[in-house]
């Protein structure tokens, strides 16, 4: 199936730092979704990105859809502790509501 | 507005034995999909159900299988259990028109002893 490289893997941050992270895909997609999961909870939507080249924010968060429609990053803004979890995304290459999942990246915010 | 709902959300099997799953989708939701999460493989799709009809699948064995009925809500069933099945199974619904998003439950936490 379709992969999703998402990098980094963990990151282990002090509060107030800023975070950035991105995935990128083989093929074109028409959706990037970014997500955060909580232990032993679902994954919870943060930003959706539907162009290629829009740029979204959600509060401190922030997302962009790559030009090339293969890549989206995701940037948080003066981490605090509640932003601890796993960052998810999620492409759908628009072949029928079939999204793929990125690897993860663990998020760890040192008060 | 009540959220995707999954019973039941902690469960324990023996290998060999079976399973069924249960997810409510969002009210106006048609899509019901399935992932299997586990820490070494990740989100894995499963498949995805609409207007009663399986859409998609990824690449599992038969043993892993699903329904929809006529009110969207969706099962999953597993049969068979094998040791490596234990996971959490989550049920993702969608409208699956327009700006297209999944919205999560909270998952099935499977154990299979």
């Known amino acids: 199936g379709q992969q999703l490289n998402q990098s980094p893997q963990s990151m282990f941050i002090q509060e107030g730092e800023d975070v950035s992270m991105n995935c990128t895909s083989s093929?074109?997609?028409?959706?990037w979704l970014w997500y955060k999961q909580d232990p032993g909870e679902g994954p919870v939507l943060l930003i959706a990105?539907?162009?290629?080249?829009e740029l979204t924010s959600n509060g401190r968060l922030t997302a962009q859809f790559g030009i090339t429609r293969k890549d989206s990053f995701l940037n948080i803004s003066a981490s605090i502790p509640s932003d601890v979890g796993i960052y998810f995304c999620?492409?759908?290459?628009?072949?029928?509501?079939?999204?793929?999942f990125g690897t993860g990246t663990s998020l760890t915010v040192i008060p | 507005k009540a959220g995707v709902t999954q019973t039941p959300r902690y469960l324990i099997k023996t290998r060999g034995q079976q399973v069924t799953l249960s997810c409510s989708p969002i009210?106006?939701?048609?899509?019901v999909s399935w992932y299997q999460q586990t820490p070494g493989q990740g989100l894995q799709f499963l498949f995805e159900?609409?207007?009663?009809?399986?859409?998609n699948k990824g690449n599992f064995p038969g043993r892993f299988s699903g329904r929809q009925f006529s009110n969207s809500r969706s099962e999953m069933n597993v049969s068979t259990l094998e040791l490596g099945d234990s996971a959490l199974y989550l049920c993702?619904?969608?409208?699956?028109?327009?700006?297209?998003?999944?919205?999560f439950g909270a998952g099935s936490r499977l154990t299979v002893l």
């Open positions: 990105l539907y162009k290629a080249g």
């Open positions: 093929s074109i997609f028409n959706t």
């Open positions: 159900y609409f207007s009663e009809t399986q859409r």
């Open positions: 009210s106006g939701h048609r899509s």
């Open positions: 999620a492409g759908d290459s628009n072949t029928g509501n079939q999204f793929y």
């Open positions: 993702a619904s969608s409208k699956r028109t327009g700006a297209n998003v999944l919205t």
